[in-house]
């Protein structure tokens, strides 16, 4: 026998055995994953890089021109001759580079508002679930009487008093952020309830016991015991609140309590295109729309994805 047929084969690559991996695997073979997935990237690319893709910058004024106002898709523009992808607005701008601009801050919010309820539901939810008695019940009480309440009603709220207590000259400037917080703060209650039910499974675990046994401080079995154990489920529902948020936020600017005029999100362009819609200019609306519902449905269907690819009783 040789002795390259007694040398041991090469350990596979870190990227190689990821490569291989169930999860991977998974979203490998997994059609409607595979495109879903596809959409995000390339929506959020084309956010990410909307000051280098776009043709126009549609906050310039300077870059503006009302005679280019009302413009059909593909069409050359009557008195300027130029022509438009997804035609204009009534103020001139490009369609296209409104809708990428406007995916910027739709994006923002979304992750944003989502990384808000994530880290106060994970910190209540473990605070309820390890520490029980009167701390579980007061959190607990408190999220029931949010649920009895639909989350777009809770968010106004939040949105109308933290805009009336903020100064008048700031409060375009705020909006963006107090809608992050509006939003955050109305969508806590699914990751605190969901963390409370893992870690009052957790913690009667042998690792957590053995903790305690050997001094580990509370705090300290929370974060470093139990925590990294409680995630998956946090994945997945992070994931399917993202596209709630991007819909909330949408539905906030629609209805003029949301992203201000002068930075437009998604909502805001379709609230703007509404206004439109029955005299003919049917792309101001259309084309924001179909946005908003291609990035939606993408971020849902992955999350459902997710779901089932960590729900460890379907592998």
Do not use: C
């Amino acid at each position: 026998m040789s002795d390259e047929a007694l040398t041991p084969a090469a350990p596979a690559s870190r990227l190689a055995r990821a490569w291989q991996s169930d999860f991977i695997w998974s979203f490998r073979h997994a059609p409607v994953a595979m495109v879903s997935g596809a959409v995000v990237v390339v929506l959020v690319l084309a956010a990410v890089l909307a000051p280098v893709i776009a043709p126009h910058n549609p906050f310039d004024p300077a870059s503006l021109n009302l005679m280019n106002g009302f413009t059909p898709p593909m069409e050359p523009n009557a008195f300027t001759g130029e022509v438009f992808l997804m035609g204009t607005d009534d103020q001139g701008r490009d369609v296209f580079s409104t809708i990428l601009y406007g995916m910027r801050i739709s994006l923002f919010v979304g992750f944003s508002a989502v990384l808000l309820a994530m880290v106060i539901g994970v910190t209540l939810g473990l605070l309820a679930g390890y520490l029980g008695g009167w701390t579980e019940t007061i959190i607990m009480r408190v999220a029931d009487v949010q649920l009895t309440f639909p989350a777009i009603l809770v968010a106004m709220l939040i949105f109308g008093i933290a805009k009336g207590i903020t100064p008048p000259e700031y409060r375009d400037q705020m909006a963006i952020w107090v809608l992050i917080l509006a939003i955050g703060l109305s969508d806590w209650v699914q990751f605190a309830r969901v963390v409370r039910g893992a870690t009052m499974v957790e913690k009667g675990r042998e690792y957590v016991q053995a903790a305690r046994l050997i001094g580990r401080r509370p705090l300290s079995i929370m974060l470093r015991h139990i925590l990294p154990n409680v995630l998956n489920p946090v994945l997945v529902i992070a994931t399917i609140s993202l596209a709630l948020a991007i819909i909330a936020e949408a539905t906030l600017s629609f209805l003029g309590v949301g992203a201000p005029p002068t930075q437009p999100s998604l909502g805001t362009l379709i609230r703007i295109g509404q206004g439109f819609l029955f005299s003919g200019e049917w792309w101001i609306l259309l084309f924001p729309a179909l946005t908003l519902l291609a990035l939606a449905l993408a971020v849902n269907l992955l999350g459902d994805w997710l779901r089932d690819a960590l729900n460890p009783r379907l592998r």
